[in-house]
């Protein structure tokens, strides 16, 4: 069920190993997470922090991709993870688990943790 009007970037939080697979074969499936749950899990801008502090802390490890939603196509849906909060999933064409392909990132920035918190020019460029 879509949730929201889809935007016109989405966020990946990929470690480097998962960025370093993205360009070596123009394609990931993502990591154990995606997998388990047959969809690449995205965000759009503003709870990426959230992500971040919740899922990644103390990661050095890491980068942020901005993906072209409209490069996704009806493969990307919003869902209700809680009663507040809906994210972006990429499923890949028919539903079937594709993945997420390189010509789809507009943008890769290596996250900076910095005192705990992670930052990165694209990051605090976006929420301006």
């Known amino acids: 069920m879509a949730l929201e009007k889809k935007k016109e970037f989405v966020y990946r939080v990929s470690t480097v190993a998962e960025w370093d697979e993205l360009q070596a074969n123009d394609n990931t499936l993502g990591g154990d997470l995606d997998r ?8 759009i801008i503003n709870p990426v922090k959230k992500v971040l502090k919740n899922c990644f802390q103390g990661r050095e490890d890491l980068f942020l991709l901005q993906v072209d939603t409209a490069k996704l196509g009806d493969g990307l849906i919003y869902e209700a993870v809680d009663e507040s909060n809906s994210f972006p999933h990429f499923y890949g064409p028919a ?4 993945p997420l392909s390189l010509d789809a990132v507009r943008k890769a920035k290596k996250l900076q943790l910095v005192n705990g918190e992670f930052s990165c020019n694209m990051l605090t460029e976006s929420l301006n």
């Open 36 to 43: 388990r749950t047959g969809c690449i899990h995205l965000s």
């Open 95 to 98: 539903r079937s688990f594709g």
